[in-house]
């Protein structure tokens, strides 16, 4: 089935890749049913799938408490220009504009977008250890609940902050480790 892109989305996908897509509209085009993306569309990537036809396999959220034992945050810039958009590496932020080396194009670094990505090594409930991965959007939405949103402003500082919590409710695509939710679990023991 075709899916069309529109707005910002096209920008979350990569030829030859597998995503998971959720919320999208269906619509009839040419007499053929096509899906749409709307603004509540959720994609995720997922594990490459080899022959789509063939792995048709049901895929479903799942919930999991966590502690993170490792972390490491990276965070990238991308270029502005639409038809470019390649990351731009080694940004000195004293400055007000940037050159991209892969389109020549100089630009505002305020205007840059921001891609900030969290790599957890983790324990799960029943002591087995995996890996996980949460993007800027999730991060975002846990820190605006704690009213910390800033700390995405400085890595090593969201990296302790995270570390510092001890549980985490997340949930995540059976077939994927990226986290579309992370909740802080409180501690109910607390010592006065
Ligand atoms: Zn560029």
């Given at each position: 089935?075709?899916?069309?892109?529109?707005?910002?989305?096209?920008e979350?996908?990569?030829?030859?890749k597998?995503y998971?897509?959720?919320?999208?509209?269906?619509?009839?085009?040419?007499?053929?049913?096509?899906l749409?993306?709307?603004m509540?569309?959720?994609?995720?990537?997922?594990?490459?799938?080899?022959?789509?036809?063939?792995?048709?396999?049901?895929?479903e959220?799942?919930?999991e408490?966590?502690?993170i034992?490792?972390?490491?945050?990276?965070?990238?810039?991308?270029?502005c220009?639409?038809?470019?958009?390649?990351?731009?590496?080694?940004?000195?932020?004293?400055?007000?504009f940037?050159?991209?080396?892969?389109?020549?194009?100089?630009?505002?670094i305020?205007?840059?977008?921001?891609?900030?990505?969290?790599?957890?090594?983790?324990?799960?409930?029943?002591?087995t250890?995996?890996?996980?991965?949460?993007?800027?959007?999730?991060?975002?939405?846990?820190?605006?609940l704690?009213?910390n949103?800033?700390?995405l402003e400085?890595?090593d500082?969201?990296?302790?902050h995270?570390?510092?919590?001890?549980?985490?409710k997340?949930?995540h695509?059976?077939?994927s480790?990226?986290?579309?939710?992370?909740?802080?679990?409180?501690?109910?023991n607390?010592?006065?």
């Amino acid at each position: 089935m075709r899916i069309t892109f529109w707005g910002d989305t096209s920008e979350l996908v990569q030829t030859g890749k597998s995503y998971l897509i959720s919320h999208v509209s269906t619509r009839m085009f040419n007499g053929e049913l096509t899906l749409n993306t709307t603004m509540s569309t959720k994609i995720s990537q997922i594990e490459d799938v080899e022959d789509p036809k063939e792995d048709l396999t049901f895929i479903e959220e799942k919930e999991e408490i966590i502690s993170i034992s490792q972390i490491k945050i990276t965070q990238n810039y991308k270029c502005c220009n639409t038809s470019c958009n390649k990351t731009i590496p080694e940004i000195d932020f004293q400055n007000s504009f940037i050159r991209c080396q892969a389109c020549q194009m100089k630009q505002s670094i305020k205007k840059m977008k921001r891609a900030t990505t969290a790599f957890l090594n983790v324990t799960l409930e029943n002591s087995t250890t995996t890996k996980f991965v949460i993007f800027e959007e999730a991060l975002h939405k846990f820190l605006d609940l704690e009213k910390n949103a800033q700390l995405l402003e400085n890595p090593d500082q969201l990296e302790d902050h995270l570390l510092e919590i001890e549980q985490f409710k997340v949930s995540h695509q059976s077939h994927s480790d990226v986290l579309s939710k992370i909740n802080r679990i409180p501690v109910s023991n607390q010592s006065e």
